[in-house]
Antibody, heavy 121, light 107 residues
Framework: EVQLVESGGGLVQPGGSLRLSCAAS????????MNWVRQAPGKGLEWVSY????????YYADSVKGRFTISRDNAKNSLYLQMNSLRAEDTAVYYC??????????????WGQGTMVTVSS | SYELTQPPSVSVSPGQTARITCSAD??????AYWYQQKPGQAPVLVIY???ERPSGIPERFSGSSSGTTVTLTISGVQAEDEADYYC??????????FGTGTKVTVL
């Protein structure tokens, strides 16, 4: 079964750090581009970051640029999001999502169940 | 920055047709995608490349594109279609953007 499972969320104080992980299974992880998407409580979806299949190309939303770092370990079938200098407005459910490749027009075809990050003192 | 605008809500009776628009504020428009999200669940892809439907998605879901506006149509709406729907596209720099979201209510 194709699956993405996020972990690492929790409660953190403003200015703190957190590292999210996304474990992939059921497909050849190293062949797919990956993304992080977040959703604040009661709000819409917000794209956060993209990483190419090899890790050589990375993009960030302006709202997290300079504070968040996306990375991947293809040998471990894992995607990561290092979040530093966290702010209250970073409070959200964080989803990892797979890009379905050329045939899907790079749509996000597989999503994890999400992990909650709460930034509060 | 690139923005995608959707109506906040759409209400429809069972068996009727729901249409959700997504308007881009600038050209060129890349491919658009649509996701369905039910409360407490992760989003699910229902339309890709403007009008293609993934396997397992019912035929009542369809997509179309005209100029800088894309539309998701749900024909013969069922109670299970009640959810939030988001469009998505990419800007010229390769970063992604989601629409503002539309809550579909089945009366």
């Amino acid at each position: 079964e194709v699956q993405l499972v996020e972990s690492g969320g929790g409660l953190v104080q403003p200015g703190g750090s957190l590292r999210l992980s996304c474990a992939a299974s059921g497909f050849t992880f190293s062949s797919y581009e990956m993304n992080w998407v977040r959703q604040a409580p009661g709000k819409g979806l917000e794209w956060v970051s993209y990483i190419s299949s090899s890790g050589s190309t990375i993009y960030y939303a302006d709202s997290v640029k300079g504070r968040f770092t996306i990375s991947r370990d293809n040998a471990k079938n894992s995607l990561y999001l290092q979040m530093n200098s966290l702010r209250a407005e970073d409070t959200a459910v964080y989803y990892c999502a797979r890009e379905g490749g050329y045939s899907y027009g790079y749509a996000f075809d597989i999503w994890g169940q999400g992990t909650m990050v709460t930034v509060s003192s | 920055s690139y923005e995608l605008t959707q109506p906040p809500s759409v209400s429809v009776s069972p068996g009727q047709t729901a249409r959700i628009t997504c308007s881009a504020d600038a050209l060129p428009k890349q491919y658009a995608y649509w996701y369905q999200q039910k409360p407490g669940q992760a989003p699910v892809l229902v339309i890709y490349k403007d009008s293609e439907r993934p396997s397992g998605i019912p035929e009542r879901f369809s997509g179309s594109s005209s100029g800088t506006t894309v539309t998701l149509t749900i024909s013969g709406v069922q109670a299970e279609d009640e959810a939030d729907y988001y469009c998505q596209s990419a800007d010229s720099s390769g970063t992604y953007v989601f629409g503002t979201g539309t809550k579909v209510t089945v009366l």
